[in-house]
């Protein structure tokens, strides 16, 4: 009810945004067809932990600056890369174990290492990440764990205070 | 401070396209695949990423720059949930690939990487 509730909220406030209509009958409409959609969500049973992982939210804006400056970073590297006559890379593919346990936070974490130029998430089973890495430079950044640490952690505060679970 | 604007405005547009030319570039350069799609990556993150801030700083803020922020964010999840798409199907059906190494805890990725460099030595 409460997730089903803040679903409604968050697909309102997308609507007033993307449509910029603040006048009653047309915000009718608005709110009508998000309880739609809310219902729909609840009626196929997808309006869980994973559809909406509020949980997260909180820490995830610690996670986020860092990940762009990490992508910034290694965009830069990447280019530098190809920009050199020489073309320096030495790619390698890589297995390495993640270390969170729900779904969501694998994601994140595997999305979080295609994002980054120089490392692309190839197959996930279970906490079995194949990766695919442009030069050694990327490879070692991958490997230092870094990454899987601070997904961890994001994970980790949502399970210790159980935020809408 | 108008013209502060203006000056920070071309500098996002002008550094988001030439990274976006970089990567194309790369993607013409690197030799296989899987390398070409990390070049790819280049025009999908800082190249949309500078153009998207730029087009924002121009705008001001009002509800195009909310649609900007929007799309930032689609893109955010869908390029790197595509890039996953294609070379998990091209390394699916075969495609030729380095072989695997073994990285499970970061003292063994240390010894893989000495095994790597002394096995293979400097060229790949």
Known sequence: ?165 | MEGLREIAVWICLIAGGAFSVIGGIGLVRMPDFYTRSHAASITDTLGAGLILLGLGLHSGLNLITVKLVFIFLFLYITSPTAAHALVKAAYSKGLDAPDIEEATGAARAIRNEALAVSRKGRGH
Request: charged share 15%; aromatic share 8%; net charge neutral.
């Open chain 1, 1 to 165: 009810m409460k997730r089903g509730l803040l679903l409604f909220v968050l697909l309102f406030v997308v609507w007033l945004l993307l449509s910029g209509h603040y006048t009653s009958p047309l915000m009718t409409y608005g709110a009508l067809s998000c309880a739609g959609i809310v219902l729909l969500v609840r009626h196929l049973g997808i309006l869980d932990e994973e559809a909406l992982p509020v949980h997260l939210s909180l820490r995830w804006l610690v996670y986020a600056p860092w990940l762009m400056k990490e992508i910034v970073l290694s965009n830069i590297a990447v280019a530098k890369v190809i920009l050199t006559p020489g073309l320096p890379i030495h790619p390698r593919m890589i297995r390495l174990t993640a270390s969170q346990s729900s779904d969501v936070s694998r994601v994140i974490y595997a999305n979080s290492i295609t994002l980054t130029p120089g490392t692309v998430t190839l197959d996930v089973r279970g906490s079995e990440f194949l990766v695919h890495s442009l030069t050694s430079d990327s490879a070692e950044g991958l490997l230092s764990g870094e990454m899987d640490r601070r997904v961890s952690r994001v994970e980790g505060a949502a399970s210790a205070n159980g935020y809408f679970v």
